[in-house]
T-cell receptor, first 114, second 111 residues
Framework: GENVEQHPSTLSVQEGDSAVIKCTYSDSASNYFPWYKQELGKRPQLIIDIRSNVGEKKDQRIAVTLNKTAKHFSLHITETQPEDSAVYFCAARPVSGGYNKLIFGAGTRLAVHP | DAMVIQNPRYQVTQFGKPVTLSCSQTLNHNVMYWYQQKSSQAPKLLFHYYDKDFNNEADTPDNFQSRRPNTSFCFLDIRSPGLGDAAMYLC??????????FGPGTRLTVL
């Protein structure tokens, strides 16, 4: 079945450093790749997404890159701040389920230290 | 943020006592999803509705059922909760083939 692998599972950085989280997906027909941020006890919130016809997308300090040939995509956070500390989930939308389902990675716990 | 609403936010039930969780949306989205999320894990899709079309995941236990009486509301019924069903239950909605938006979740405790 479809699978999304996410690395690393935990990431610790100093404030101001960059953070990179990587994901690999199995279904080559996947066409949409969102990233969600989840703070403790709260809902997952969409922070950025990318569609399969785009290679890179940026929104202020956050960027996502997609390599369709290698079937991997990455989240880049620059100038990290303590409020970036959270669990980040990548996801891919495969063809199964009529492109209505998401397959989530296992999550990355990011800690930004002042 | 109040566009996907879940009630109650916290639910305590006893082992084996049926419980119903509620989700409503003001976005008029066709698709509604129920996820189970246990501590430090990714959300796990239980099932989803595309309008009235119900789609069950193969590994969702029979103990979990769902109803969608209209576009705005969707319910998750747990017929006989076990200790292993204690989790956060997240509802999400989307337009077809579009971004999913999550509700705040219901944290279920089973005593």
């Amino acid at each position: 079945g479809e699978n999304v692998e996410q690395h690393p599972s935990t990431l610790s950085v100093q404030e101001g450093d960059s953070a990179v989280i990587k994901c690999t997906y199995s279904d080559s027909a996947s066409n949409y790749f969102p990233w969600y941020k989840q703070e403790l006890g709260k809902r997952p919130q969409l922070i950025i997404d990318i569609r399969s016809n785009v290679g890179e997308k940026k929104d202020q300090r956050i960027a996502v890159t997609l390599n369709k040939t290698a079937k991997h995509f990455s989240l880049h956070i620059t100038e990290t701040q303590p409020e970036d500390s959270a669990v980040y989930f990548c996801a891919a939308r495969p063809v199964s389920g009529g492109y209505n389902k998401l397959i989530f990675g296992a999550g990355t716990r990011l800690a930004v230290h002042p | 943020d109040a566009m996907v609403i879940q009630n109650p936010r916290y639910q305590v039930t006893q082992f084996g006592k049926p419980v119903t969780l509620s989700c409503s949306q003001t976005l008029n989205h066709n698709v509604m999803y129920w996820y189970q999320q246990k501590s430090s894990q990714a959300p796990k899709l239980l099932f989803h509705y595309y309008d009235k079309d119900f789609n069950n995941e193969a590994d969702t236990p029979d103990n979990f059922q769902s109803r969608r009486p209209n576009t705005s509301f969707c319910f998750l019924d747990i017929r006989s909760p076990g200790l292993g069903d204690a989790a956060m239950y997240l509802c999400a909605t989307s337009r077809p083939r579009d971004t999913q938006y999550f509700g705040p979740g219901t944290r279920l405790t089973v005593l």
